[in-house]
């Protein structure tokens, strides 16, 4: 038999995939620079030239059958100490190499930590909005998905995240800068966050624990800081990306950083090694590794995402569509006029502009646009958007 929960899962969820799958065959009749495509959020730029001169060096001096091996399940003991050190030093938990386990970016991480923290019939509760994968990571674990919609702002609403606390809570997955908001986490946020857990987890008499998913960490624009999450809270699992950062999303690098004062902190150590196993993540790219843990803290120019954010942002709000400026990541969220997303997607793609409505998110009544393409693009799609803002009668 066939397990249902796989049949669903491959028939649902796939809708940004399909409509980027759209623009591309919309493209053969109508030329691509007309097609107005924001759904996918893959990076437009380069991978920074001391990533690609550091694969270039690893090709030239370290022998091929080293090179592209198999590397141990957890990671390189090279990699994961130099990561431990670079968390260490940027934010001042002291991780040792045992804490850090590299995964094929952050969607291994949270397929991973989640079967690892995660017992049948437990909840998983999530800021929304957020990521669509983690409703099946969770489920996969045996676990129930818990959205907590959040402000006007796209910040907590910490009353809402009490009510849906319960005795079955046992992880709360946050995605600071948020896709698909665009909003940072501020700190004063993850503090209330990190009190309120604390006093739940005292009351239920188990601990909770954030998932702290962070492919965006390094895109935030202007002076805003993202603060780091396992610093304020002890049980924090931070799963954390090169995709978005160094422009690899397609090279599957990335880790999970097991705080060292976690509860139980050993155990989840052998249950990530287990699930890992389980999952059949069986190593990461051993190039791969080699190559990012020389490029620690490095990032890409974001100026080219800045100049996409501003021109977007104020484009549209001057059309009348109304829209929460972006702090971080690469994604506006746009108001659907009428408060219908599916149908503001629907008069937008009439147009051949591409967007993703926000119930894929966890959030109707919105719409996703992914900046992370070239200048002209948005530049190109404005009169479009203008017609489309008439339509509305903004
Ligand atoms: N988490 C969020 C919020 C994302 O937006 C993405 C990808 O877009 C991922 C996780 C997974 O990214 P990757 O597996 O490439 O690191």
């Known amino acids: 038999m066939i397990p249902n929960k796989y049949i669903t899962w ?6 940004i995939r399909e409509l980027a799958a759209y623009g591309a065959q919309r493209a053969k009749a109508v030329g691509p620079e007309n097609v107005y495509d924001f759904t996918i959020g893959s990076p437009s730029i380069e991978p920074p030239k001391k990533f690609l001169d550091t694969v270039d060096e690893l090709m030239k001096t370290v022998s091929p059958i080293e090179l592209h091996t198999y590397a141990p399940a957890a990671g390189l003991e090279s ?12 934010f001042g938990v002291e991780y040792s190499p045992d804490d850090i386990y590299m995964t094929h970016g952050a969607s291994s991480a949270l397929a991973i930590i989640l079967a690892a923290l995660l017992s049948e019939g437990e909840d998983a509760l999530v800021l929304a909005p957020y990521f669509p994968e983690y409703k099946i990571y969770v489920e996969q674990a045996g676990g129930r998905l818990i959205e907590v919609p959040c402000d006007a ?3 907590t609403d910490l ?11 046992s992880v709360l997955i946050i995605n600071s800068p948020n896709n698909p908001s665009g909003a940072v986490l501020s700190e004063s946020s993850v503090k209330a ?13 188990h601990p909770i624990y954030i998932v702290a998913d962070e492919p965006y960490r390094e895109l935030v624009y202007g002076d805003i800081e993202v603060p780091f999450i396992p610093a304020f809270y002890d049980n924090t699992i931070y799963c954390y990306s090169f995709s978005k950062s160094l422009s690899l999303p397609g090279e599957r690098i990335g880790y999970l950083a097991v705080s060292p004062k976690a509860e139980a902190h050993d155990d989840i150590r052998a249950a990530v090694n287990g699930a890992g196993r389980a999952l059949g993540y069986v190593c990461v790219s051993t190039m791969f590794q080699l190559a990012a843990a020389q490029c620690l803290g490095v990032t890409v120019d974001i100026s080219k995402y800045d100049n996409n954010r501003l021109l977007a942002y104020t484009s549209l709000k001057d059309m009348g569509f109304a829209c929460v400026k972006p702090d971080g990541a690469f994604y506006l969220f746009i108001k659907a006029p009428d408060g219908d997303s599916q149908g503001f997607c629907r008069k937008a793609m009439e147009k051949d502009i591409l967007l993703v409505p926000g119930d894929a998110f966890g ?18 799609s404005l009169p479009a958007f203008k017609t489309l803002a008439e339509e509305y009668g903004l």
């Open 193 to 205: 966050i990190s009190e309120l857990l604390n006093r739940k987890a005292a009351e239920y008499g």
């Open 79 to 90: 990699v994961r100490k130099a990561v431990a050190g670079y968390l260490a030093d940027s």
């Open 363 to 380: 959030c109707p009544g919105y719409a996703r646009l992914a900046y992370c393409v070239s200048n002209e693009r948005i530049r190109r």
């Open 153 to 155: 702002d796209f910040q």
């Open 10 to 15: 491959g028939n649902s969820g796939a809708i």
């Open 159 to 169: 009353d809402a995240l009490e009510k849906r606390l319960t005795p079955k809570t």
